[in-house]
DNA sequence: TGAATAGTGTCTATTAGACACTATACG
DNA sequence: CGTATAGTGTCTAATAGACACTATTCA
C-alpha cells in the first residue's frame, strides 16, 4: 500500500516529506447518466464536445474531480449541478447514486483516465445549459428496449437515435439503463421521476417506460399499496382524469421506505438470460 | 469535460501537446475484500500496514494502479494474485467483481487517494505471503452476524476480533459484506466458496455461514435443484457422510447459469430495515 | 352516449415454508 | 444400536397474475 518504503518514525515528518508528484499521474473523473422522463418518454442528458478529444461527439457530462477538495460524491453532485443549472433545493428531489468506475487505459486518448459514473433520477427538469466546455447539452430519448416494447433484450443500447457516444460513455450508459431497471424492482426510486404527489397510474406509466413494457393496471396498483413505505395517501384527488377518459386517480407521495418488499418484480425477469 | 480548453483542428497535434502534468494529482488505488470459508467459519484477508500511514494497522490488501498500463480489473487480479501467492490457474477459480469506490479526500492523510474496491470469493486458500509493502498478511475470522447467529443486523461490522482497520477499510469491509449476503440471494456465487465438486449440505453451510442464520435443510435442497442452472450432478456420491452420521451426499458441480431464477431469498430479508 | 380508465373483488396456479418420514451412515 | 443427516413427500398459508365489474370522467 505504501508507495514509497518509507519507515520514519514520525508519521508528521513522513506527511511533511512526501511529495504526490512522485508517482505517476491518473486523471480522475466523474460521469453522470441523469435520467428523466419528458413527456413520458426515457431521456438522458448528453453535452457535445466543444474540444478535443472526440469533438463534435456527443458525451455524459461530467467533469474532472477537484484533488484534495472534494470526494466522488461531491463532485457528481457538483457537476450534476452545473450541466443541469440547478439550484440546490431542486438537486434535492433528484436521486444519485454510484454506479461504478471504468478505468481502460486506453479509454481516453490523451492519458489515462478513470472515470467514476454515477446515476441520477430526476423529475422533468428545464433544458440544460451548455456548460464552459461542452458546445451544447440536450435531453435525448433514449431508444433501447424502451419507446414501444418492439425493442429486444439484445438490441444495443445508445442515447439518441443512433448517435455514437464518446469515449466508452455507450457502456456507461447501457451500464446505468440496466441498473435503473433493476432499481425499480426493489426501491421505490421511480418516484423520483415524478413530482412530489403522483397518482398510481403515473407512477406504473414510469415502470412501464423504464421496463419497455405494459403492466397490470390492477394488480400493479394493488402491488403498489401492499408494498410498506412505498407511497402514503395524500387525501386528495388529481384535477383531472386520464386524458382518454375515465375517473380522477387519488393523489399519493413517497413513502419513507428504502428498499421494497415484497419487490415489484419485472414480469419477464424470470428468465433474463438464464443460460 | 475537456480540461484545457483547447480549439486545436489536428487532434493528433493536440495529443502531442498534452501534458498531463498540468492536471493536479489524485492517486488511484485497488483495495480488495477477499473473502474465504476456512473451516467453515467466513474470513477475509488482511495485511499488516510496514510503512506509515496506519503503521502496524491491518488494512485490506491493494495497491496503485499502475497508470497507463493496466484497467481496474487487472490491477485487482494483480494484486490479488500478488497477496495471495496463488497461480493464474488457480485464480480462475476465484470470483472477482467490483464493488464501488472511495473517494473522500481526507480518507487518506498523504494525499487525496481514490480507491476502487473489489470483492473477491474464493474457495480456501493456503496461508498467503506477505508482499512487499506488508509486515504481514493473514486470513481473518470475519464476526459480525456471522460466527453464531447472536449479532444482530446493526451490529458493527469488523474484521479480526474487533481489529480496527486503516483508512476507511472497515467501511469498506462492511459494504463487501453486504454485497456478499445480497449476491448469493440471486447469483450461484456460494460455489466459488467451494471445491469445484460439492454436495449440497455444503452448499448449505456456505448460506448458512454467510448469512448467519440457519436454513431448512430440505427447503434448501429443493430449491437449489429447482434453479435451473445453479448446479449440475455429477452422478458421484461423497466419499463419507456427514461427520456426525447421516447418508453419503450425491456430488454437483456448478451450473452456468449466472443469476438464479427463482432467487434464493433471505428469510429474514422480508423486512431489512423498511423504515 | 361511447370509450377509456381508476380502483376493487375474486379466482386460480404457483410458491415458500413447516412438518413428517425413510433410508443411510457414523460412532 | 442410538443419533444425526440426506433426500423426498405433503400440507398450508401467502402470493402473483388473470379476469371481471362498477363508477367516473373525457370527448
Given at each position: ?34 435520467l ?6 426515457l ?103 424502451h ?33 435503473a431497471r433493476?432499481?425499480l ?5 421511480a ?15 414510469v415502470y412501464e417506460e423504464i421496463w419497455g ?63
Amino acid at each position: 500500500m505504501s508507495p514509497a518504503p518509507a519507515h520514519r518514525d514520525d508519521e508528521a515528518a513522513f506527511l511533511a516529506a512526501y511529495d504526490p508528484r512522485d508517482f505517476p499521474a491518473i486523471a480522475l473523473t466523474v460521469d453522470i447518466v441523469v435520467l428523466t422522463l419528458r413527456e413520458g418518454r426515457l431521456n438522458v442528458l448528453l453535452v457535445e464536445r466543444a474540444g478535443q478529444p472526440f469533438q463534435g461527439q456527443w458525451a455524459l457530462p461530467g467533469g474532472f474531480v477537484k484533488a484534495g477538495q472534494e470526494g466522488l460524491d461531491e463532485a457528481a453532485a457538483r457537476e450534476l449541478a452545473e450541466e443541469t443549472g440547478l439550484s440546490a433545493g431542486a438537486l434535492r428531489r433528484v436521486h444519485l447514486e454510484q454506479l461504478g468506475s471504468y478505468g481502460e487505459p486506453a479509454r481516453d486518448p490523451r492519458m489515462h483516465v478513470v472515470s467514476v459514473a454515477y446515476l441520477a433520477f430526476a423529475p422533468d427538469l428545464p433544458d440544460p445549459r451548455a456548460g464552459g466546455d461542452a458546445a451544447r447539452a440536450a435531453w435525448t430519448p433514449v431508444v433501447g428496449p424502451h419507446g414501444g416494447g418492439t425493442g429486444g433484450r439484445n438490441s444495443t443500447e445508445r442515447g439518441s437515435a443512433d448517435r455514437e457516444l464518446a469515449f466508452d460513455h455507450g457502456r456507461i450508459l447501457a451500464d446505468g439503463l440496466e441498473r435503473a431497471r433493476a432499481k425499480l424492482e426493489y426501491t421505490p426510486l421511480a418516484a423520483a421521476f415524478l413530482e412530489p404527489e403522483f397518482t398510481i397510474p403515473e407512477l406504473r406509466a414510469v415502470y412501464e417506460e423504464i421496463w419497455g413494457q405494459k403492466l397490470h393496471p390492477g394488480n400493479f396498483h394493488r402491488k403498489v399499496l401492499s408494498a410498506p413505505g412505498f407511497v402514503e395517501s395524500t387525501g386528495e384527488t388529481a384535477e383531472r382524469g386520464g386524458s382518454r377518459g375515465g375517473p380522477r386517480a387519488r393523489l399519493y407521495r413517497a413513502g419513507d421506505a428504502r428498499l421494497l418488499h415484497p419487490a415489484l418484480l419485472r414480469p419477464d425477469a424470470e428468465e433474463p438470460d438464464a443460460r
